[in-house]
């Protein structure tokens, strides 16, 4: 049960709900984020909402039988959209694309990136500064001071940037050089990640876990989302199979029922999905035909330089001609 | 190792290649197909093929390191296509669309699906007359009297079929019946059945085991098409994950590896990938994008009557509808 | 619901309890096994049993709420122990080990194998004339010819034949030969040889799906028992994971689902379950504590030179340790 | 390649020998343990090690081939043994059982646990303080406040305590009430705990990915291990598969395969790797008979009214039952 409050409530109205809430043995959890308050109801007994419905102080009342409540598509039919600033969203209506390298490297690729992004009318860009290894023997990324300089060419550039944040205590040094937080495939039950990116008003973009299920996807998303920020995007980008032929195996069904099952934009990264980089293109343009709300993929100058991941990057010749394409796609899927 | 042997070959020639194949420790299994006759050299020895290459009888000779030698695209770059007669093809230059019920039920139901998809310019129709069942208690088909009913209608409307063939006793009595034997995903491996599609001139479609890899999936295919028959066509229809949210989890990813491993033509079933009506048509335009050269789904007048399968088969009108929209996939698709 | 009826049943009283089943909107098939007759009734709305339960005829009567029946423990709550005759059993009260080579390859492997296995008591000997492979060019065993030399020897020996059958009409030139037929990973769901099976008077051992679940392979042997045999044994060998550090990943789980859900003997196969020879034994003797009727294992004079599954086959010394191991295991398990 | 140095090195020696390895196109990684320290030589260039070894301040030199190093066996053959103090340990020469409830849940719990485990000789006991829980609305666990109550009970009883930790700031504030900081199985790529839990002096155990594999585990041991702490035990608790029969595929075959990469002790967690408590016991057994070190299981006085996890729980009645068998089982295995 999600109880949506007046903006104007009154302390001792919101009391009276939250009294009547519990009267029918329901634990009422408050929720503040950017866009409004809200009281989740969590309870098992059956009984008729409009006992509660109309006392004062409520906007908008509704069953949500899903066990994640504040994600659910059952109460919030409308898609939700994610707005960077600037004009630019991500979520239904038009086609996010998000591009960039594995790793930021340096300046002069974050430079030639940029000019890349920007000839082709693109306006959010990846790149790692933090990297998930699994041997510790690895290149772990720039880091903060690689945040720092990547931002000082996005600002001028009008670019927004998503990267990925590994640990609460990255968040306050990297919150003013981030447009969206991702949360990485390893990370996507770090429940005391989640909850602290709940504190935080900017994007948040969560991974599907390497093994993940499509619900615990949506448990992650209703932990930012109960913790207080509602700006959150999901992102498939394959699963662990037993096939061994591609990185991982995307699973575009995911699409389609992520798409019926919440009201948050959904993303696909083709990149990672299959991790071969003459493959990326096909499986790109099918995740839009499948119902992405966006794309996110790798590319890099030279991708045979590339400290990380350079096997599934695109070079910014194949990179042009998949932005051109994706757009041609999204056109046809919105004339149907 | 494939040699190609020419049409008028002698019997001497031939003898003296096998010998000097022999004679680099390799065994020289001879194939004899509709098209063709090779000699297929297994062995592990490196050394210089033009030793055997100006032999008199070859036609051509090539190096094919995978361990699936006639499917790989190793010796045949140009995609082969599957010519079921009357100008109706599978593979590169055109997308197959295959449509029809899981279950043939009886002849109402085979006069007016063969009238809807005639009226669609489909000219391929699936369906089932012996069924595999988890649980011998379910129905098992119609058997091969529905076949024959099917065939006396579809023949007249000029529809050509496609069925599952369950074990090698059913093939001589299907042969006058079908234009491509399918072999069901619980069959992939099933060997004996294999090697009796080899000595058949029908076409073939093997469909991608329940949890079958890319790679068992071709030697499946270089079973049939060592024992005779190259009229071949694969099929990805989901693989068994730990994902529950939805029936199995189709492999996007297979369509393209599968297209630069084999010359074969490939499709894409998304009624099985998915198993949910409603997102049957994202995840069908979605293969289309991925590069498939064709797909099959079901459809049924009443998908809440079918005998099988109904949670998964779309109406008439959905069907109409995907059908419109794949062609439009299609061509743009070609357009880039 | 299984209806037991009694030996000597008339045939109006059959018909009169088939009727009354039918009047409660109930199926009723018929399965005529080696130990008696049953009437399986398939249907969905409650009744009370009693109303069918005093009719004449009836031994005894059954709800089975799961959807597989005969096999179900749910009417049969001792376990069913397989006879081999000869004093020779396959279930709870003993421990079966069964040892061989994987493919049987000569006369010479044979008699040593056989002399191996009476030194140490072992009366059960598998090994595999029919070898399903996934390289159409790869030895596909010694064939009907290999099965008749193998048992001129085991008979003279007193050893019981377990072997892998791969289609229906092997089991007819089998049949003398063959003490247990085995039906291979691969044909776990093909159902028409398990319709065949069905018909004979032989002990069937169903081998879990390369990725099949625990309910799937109770289905499959109720298509066995429901076409009228019995004789039935369990195998779990390993199911398909991501992991690939071993071969198949033994499930050791399914062990005591297995036997809470099935009154059939259950058995283990380390070698495939591991694929890894210098670690069958730990899983061969994990399967006993886990609760394992049996376990069968591959072991030949000289595993370097076996012509298939040489990695995961013990030597004579190593099998004779492990069956002195298993039998302290067990021993143990029993004192318990 | 794993230099070992002497404990009196002096800095110019270490100097000289990290400017040889340099010479040969190596990065040198210094590791400092509680136990002594160490040079990780990681490059990819062959040469002769005797070119090093023979400086002066170096104990012995290592090639391992591995891309783990410190946690591989090869350089390590003897098996490592954890100290927890008062002459309880884990790893070879006995089995170690640790016991207990998923979640603390107050002082009653406490203390008839550790009376429950102190009766049957138990020294180590389990509980969780902080719970990864899917959903946020679910019961987190009593925190700090917990441990320390916990720890009050323990330290009178002798009784050691494993808990998880889910992220670096809660580290400090566990430190003194904590035996064995638990890595819990969506934090095992946390590779930012990792790094901080090597520059910690307690034992660590972590715990296989949800679909970890056996590499990625002995992966996240060397971010410990190279982080300073060579305290460690690695637990299978089972992985993700499409089977749904049990909650876990506990994959017994990994205890034999990481005890030969490792030189770790492993322990099995069957109650996650089976979740059905009334299968929990076959499964502890069959881990022993596999080779594990150790067993943690959990056990309440009234699993129906646990917290959580009470459906795979066992009471002190069963538990009792368990502690006798496994070390029956135990003494078996150690007689061979």
Redesign the interface.
Known sequence: MIIQLKNNIEPAQKEAIIKKVNSFKY?A?EVKTQKGTYL?G?GSKEFDIRQIGNLAGIADIHIVSD???LVSRKWKVKQSVVDLGDGITIGEGSLAIMAGPCSIEGEEQIVETIAHLKANGIKIMRGGVFK??????AFRGMGIEGLQLWYKHAKEAGMKIVTEV????QIEPMLDYVDVFQVGA??T?????L?ALGQVDKAVMIKR???G????LL?SA??VF??GNEKLILCER?????????RN?????????LK?KTHLPVVSDPSH??G?R??VE??A???????ADGVIYETHSNPYKAFSDGQQTLDFRESEQLIR?LR??YD??C??
Chains 1, 2, 3, 4 share one sequence.
């Open positions: 634990e959890n989740i969590i066990s994640y409540k998930p290894r699994s041997s510790p023997y590994m640990q609460v205590s390893r990370n039950q770090n429940f005391n990640l909850d876990g390497i093994s299920t499509i619900d615990e448990y209703e932990y109960s913790g394959g699963i662990r199979t037993y096939e061994t032929a591609s195996t995307l699973d575009l069904n995911a699409i389609p029922i019926e999905g299959i071969i003459r493959h096909p499986l343009l099918a995740s839009v035909m499948a119902g394409k041609a796609t046809l899927l004339s149907f």
